[in-house]
């Protein structure tokens, strides 16, 4: 590195000498130049003009009409090597950039003239990749212009089949975004090359029928299977065997012996002339050159392939730069899709994968496909193939369910015919990413269980990564849309399924209708709540545990030197970590099919966590909180689980048991690592309230002992977690009836609530609000005396706290409000009649008034909204008369009119619905205001930009509906004319929706959704009676007039009713 003083004499030399020197020399000072500016670009500032100006030099140099390609090529190295960013150092201008960029994609789109040689051709090809790569990564270049991009991709494209065997392809300037693949016309150099070709293949075919054939034949047949798509069981005839019959007993497939089980081989075609060793290119021994040849023609091959990496590593960064919804509309130019009848397939990332040569440019291929899959699900969740379509055009959504059957295809291909084990790994990781995205509960059954059979044996490939990336082939199926009934099968069958007498790979096989109607509980006899239709466990769960638990085979892992603690004894680090996260995610999408081996997965959990490594003892805790969540999921009130089918709650109590008595404790305690703290809480917050009442009162304690230290942890994390489970443990059924537990955790959840950590106080106020669902719930079941024994200045303090916290961010506040209108429901005469509480009642109702006008998250505002109802619950408090009750009001009608979530206008519709006494509705200006609002939300009530928020516009007039009828029930003769007055002027539209109202109620009832009959009927009849003796007081012509527009109603209903059942 050249210090500041001695660069810019050099530089200034080098400019200089450009300028004027004979052009001989050029070539060299320009390579100087490129050495000077290389990582030094930011202290080049000054010469940027004389460089990259409007007649700079680099850009004379690299022009389109220079001659001399060595030239050009030496003035693109110096300009990539200007465009490399340096860590902390300013980046080039956006204009030099913007020059830098064009001049190299113009290289990128120049065409090799005949007097070029190839490697300097492939050389310049580099440079620019390499420029345009820095320009994207360092720069933070961001690719926004349909043009810029469409001419980039194109380039790209171009280049990253620079020189594959038997292929060239010609590329226009641009792409453009297209559903369909737009270009791609093969270059007739093909059609000239391929005598000499076939002339090879017959000198060669002696050594062809020892499986040495050559690549271009095999391509041809390869190409010839790729355009197969319309096949189902293109790959039955290359299913694994699948020697893991027992976990730990099984021998592990060498790499010959599996690929020459798996090749695809064609219909009619010798198997040998598939077998996977044709894949690797032929040396030079075998071909038609001469030594020296030979050495010329790898020297180029290697060119060549460097170019193809590179436009590949540059495609990578590109990728990062382009929007993702952007990226997807070129999605068909780089994805494989189904051939048309007789049309050849388009050539797209996966004929790198399969065709390439080179096991880097292949693995880089892969990377790139990875990359766009990677966060495609929701592009790719229109797809759908589940129906046989008919029609005379293909829908979208049938042309991308098409290239994700396809991407299966290819890539269980290039699988089984792989022999790097780098890029071997990529392909399984890319193979997940594709799991991982697509929708198969919109596509036709099959695509997992050939994934499933074919990764199957390497499990015990030679190599630790392929063996992990496989492990996490195997957690995205289990975890993509869990539960699926395709999956459910696979879990269900033996390990041995698959495998007949011979040995030869027979996969068992599904119709759709069976892959449709399998259930978790198919099959099974009453006692057996497992899931598993099985006499075996479940192949899956018995590797994970095997892998975790038991000594390594060192006949199945010889590449394990990276890891020597554990090279010994267990299997390597990673792979057991991986069989962890898969056993995880196994419990947590398919708990029905582990349940049975509860209690011995609880013990692989607390195994984990008595080790010394932390990452293992995370992970071991992970699985615990997933073991108890699961159980969880089986005891809510909504669940689908049958009584008899759950994990019984003396097994739940054995578990827990077990792990109170052994390593989690300690690991809360005293771990000095905080995200294993952090789980270990979260585990701890999964126990079974029936669960938690059935332990020994010791070990209760134990747990709200470590619980409430925990909640002063100097941790953010820690604290949080301990935090969030006290807020669980509030709402025990033994815990939540002592005063005493009560009060400690109100206390320790205030304490959290002022943090200064966002994450602990959004937990503290959630927390505080389960603990004030409890204070009513208490207060409705033990009545006054829990109310007395509770500490009236920790209530205070408790409706101060949450007052404060309701003027936090949103995720605070939405459940601070929650807590606000609990307390305030939960005060008593004595508390609001108390001076200190007089001014802390009044500013917590104007921050539960102001939230709900506020611009607030629809959370927030449908939380306030459900408060305030809550405080209208409370008959201590002077509703009606306090000046805060026409706020409260007003801002509810306000918000049932005109609020744009249909969610938040339904709460609030509901809170003007609960006062019980017409008294609390103030004069009758304001009952009459209030009856106004919900006449007009009741017309707005379809009104709404948001199409999502319309499937919510029945529960809104319902709910509308319900209010007006209360309200009537309630009305005193001074509020009739108003009334009146509305019905008179919409009386037609409110009718029709009253009929509507009424009517739906009697659906309801027929489809089993409303348990009491008449309950709408009454409540008109209620209102009409109300209503009738009231206007009998009344004289000359207001009688009978509002309680005669609903008999209207009611006889009408009646009449529609009527009809309807003749």
């Given at each position: ?72 090529r ?8 200007l ?17 830098c ?32 790569q ?33 292929l ?5 300037a ?68 699948l020697?893991l ?21 064609p ?108 966060g495609s ?6 797809a ?24 299966h ?31 198969y509960?919109?596509?036709k ?20 990564n ?42 068992h ?13 198919e ?56 069989s ?24 692989v ?44 709650v ?45 332990l ?119 459940n ?9 429901h ?102 009459c ?57 919409h ?76």
């Amino acid at each position: 590195m050249a210090d500041e003083q001695n660069l810019n004499f050099l530089l200034s030399y080098c400019i200089s000498a450009l300028k004027q020197c004979s052009s001989w020399t050029h070539v060299e000072i320009l390579q100087a130049l490129a050495a000077l500016v290389y990582n030094n670009g930011p202290k080049c500032q000054k010469y940027l003009p004389d460089l990259l100006g409007e007649t700079g030099l680099l850009l004379q140099f690299s022009d389109s009409a220079q001659l001399d390609v060595e030239l050009r090529r030496a003035a693109v190295r110096g300009m990539a090597n200007l465009c490399l960013s340096v860590p902390g150092q300013p980046y080039l201008d956006e204009s030099y950039r913007n020059v830098c960029f064009q001049t190299f994609l113009s290289v990128l789109q120049s065409s090799k003239t005949s007097d070029v040689d190839d490697i300097t051709f492939c050389m310049l090809l580099q440079n620019a990749l390499k420029g345009i790569q820095s320009l994207l990564n360092g720069g933070k270049m961001k690719l926004v212009q349909t043009d810029q991009i469409g001419s980039l991709l194109a380039v790209l494209k171009k280049c990253m089949f620079h020189g594959l065997p038997g292929l060239s392809i010609e590329m226009p300037a641009a792409l453009y975004p297209a559903p369909l693949p737009q270009y791609d016309r093969r270059s007739p150099v093909k059609q000239e090359q391929s005598e000499p070709a076939s002339f090879k293949q017959t000198g060669n075919r002696r050594k062809r029928s020892k499986g040495k054939q050559k690549k271009g034949e095999f391509e041809e047949e390869g190409r010839g299977d790729l355009s197969d798509a319309g096949n189902e069981s293109v790959l039955a005839a290359g299913m694994l065997k699948l020697h893991l019959g027992d976990a730990q007993n099984s021998p592990c497939l060498g790499p010959r012996t599996r690929a020459s089980d798996v090749a695809y081989v064609p219909a009619g075609k010798d198997p040998l002339s598939s077998h996977c060793t044709s894949w690797k290119r032929i040396s030079s021994s075998e071909s038609e050159y001469s030594d020296a040849e030979g050495g010329i023609q790898s020297k180029m091959r290697s060119y060549q392939a460097n170019v193809r990496q590179g436009a590949l590593a540059c495609f990578l960064s590109a990728i990062k730069s382009i929007e993702k919804r952007v990226l997807y509309g070129y999605w068909s130019a780089f994805v494989p899709d189904a051939p048309g009848i007789g049309s050849p397939q388009s050539v797209s990332l996966m004929t790198i994968a399969l065709k390439d040569p080179s096991p880097k440019t292949r693995a880089c291929a892969l990377q790139v496909l990875s990359a766009i899959l990677e966060g495609s699900k929701q592009f790719l969740s229109v797809a759908e193939d589940a129906n046989d379509h008919k029609r005379a055009f293909t829908p979208f959504s049938v042309t991308i369910a098409s290239s994700i059957r396809e991407l299966h295809r290819c890539l269980l291909l290039a699988l089984v015919a792989e022999s790097s084990s780098q890029t071997l790994t990529q392909i399984v990781k890319c193979l997940a990413n594709l799991v991982s995205n697509a929708p198969y509960n919109r596509l036709k059954p099959g695509l997992l269980t050939r994934v499933w059979n074919q990764i199957k044996p390497y499990i015990c490939h030679k190599d630790v990564n392929v063996r992990v990336s496989s492990l996490t082939l195997l957690g995205a199926i289990v975890s993509v849309q869990a539960p699926l009934p395709e999956v459910q099968l696979l879990l269900q069958q033996p390990s041995s399924s698959g495998l007949n007498n011979s040995g030869s790979a027979t996969p068992h096989r599904f119709n759709s209708e069976q892959w449709r109607k399998a259930l978790p509980s198919e099959g099974e006899p009453p006692g057996n709540p497992s899931g598993c239709t099985s006499s075996e466990p479940c192949w899956l769960l018995r590797l994970c545990v095997s892998i975790i638990v038991l000594p390594r085979e060192d006949s199945c892992s010889d590449s394990d030197a990276n890891f020597p603690p554990f090279s010994s004894v267990y299997e390597p680090c990673p792979l057991r970590l991986e069989s962890l996260q898969v056993l995880a995610l196994l419990v947590k999408g398919y708990f029905s099919m582990a349940q049975s081996y509860f209690l011995e997965l609880g013990e692989v959990a607390c195994r984990c966590m008595e080790e010394m490594d932390p990452s293992i003892q995370l992970h071991g805790a992970k699985l615990l909180e997933e073991l108890g969540t699961g159980v969880l999921q089986q005891y809510k009130p909504d669940s689908a689980v049958a009584p008899d089918q759950r994990v019984p709650v003396s097994v739940v109590v054995t578990f827990w048991t077990m792990v109170l008595n052994g390593p989690l404790p300690a690991t809360l305690q005293s771990s000095p690592h905080v995200t294993l703290q952090t789980s270990a809480c979260d585990a701890l917050s999964s126990i079974l309230p029936e669960a938690f009442s059935s332990l020994q009162n010791e070990q209760q304690i134990l747990c709200v002992t470590l619980l409430l230290g925990l909640n002063h942890s100097e941790n953010p994390l820690v604290k949080a977690a301990a935090t969030r489970a006290l807020g669980v443990y509030i709402l025990f059924s033994c815990l939540r009836q002592d005063v005493m537990f009560v009060a400690d955790t109100a206390n320790a959840i205030l304490n959290s609530l002022h943090d200064k950590s966002p994450n602990v106080r959004a937990k503290a106020a959630w927390s505080l609000g389960n603990l004030t669902d409890t204070l009513i719930i208490n207060m409705q079941t033990m009545g006054q005396s829990f109310q007395e024994e509770f500490s009236d200045l920790l209530l205070l303090k408790m409706l101060r706290s949450a007052t404060e916290a309701s003027k936090d961010r949103d995720k605070v506040k939405s459940n601070a409000v929650r807590a606000l209108g609990n307390v305030l429901h939960f005060l008593q005469p004595y508390h609001i009649a108390n001076p200190r509480f007089r001014e802390a009642i009044e500013e917590s109702l104007q921050a539960l008034i102001s939230t709900v006008q506020s611009e607030a998250t629809m959370k927030v505002r449908w939380n306030a909204c459900y408060a305030l109802g809550n405080v209208f619950k409370n008959p201590a408090l002077p509703l009606g008369d306090a000046p805060w009750t026409t706020q409260a009001y007003s801002a509810l009608s306000s918000v049932v009119k005109s609020c744009k979530n249909f969610k938040v206008r339904i709460k609030s519709a509901m809170a003007l619905s609960i006062p019980s006494k017409r008294e609390c509705y103030g004069s009758a200006e304001q009952f009459c205001q209030i009856w106004s609002a919900l006449v007009v939300a009741l017309q707005k009530s379809e009104d709404t930009e948001d199409f999502l928020e319309f499937k919510y516009s029945a529960s809104l007039r319902t709910q509308i509906c319900q209010a007006l009828l209360h309200l009537l029930s309630l009305a005193k003769s001074r509020d009739l004319p108003a009334i009146w007055e509305t019905l008179a002027e919409h009386g037609d539209a409110i009718k029709s929706y009253f009929l509507q109202y009424l009517k739906s109620g009697v659906e309801e009832n027929e489809a089993g959704l409303h348990s009491d009959l008449g309950e709408r009927e009454r409540a008109l009849t209620g209102a009409i009676e109300h209503l009738g003796g009231i206007e009998k007081q009344l004289e000359g012509k207001a009688r009978l007039r509002v309680s005669g527009y609903l008999e209207d109603v009611l006889t009408n209903h009646a009449s529609a009713a009527e009809l309807t059942e003749a």
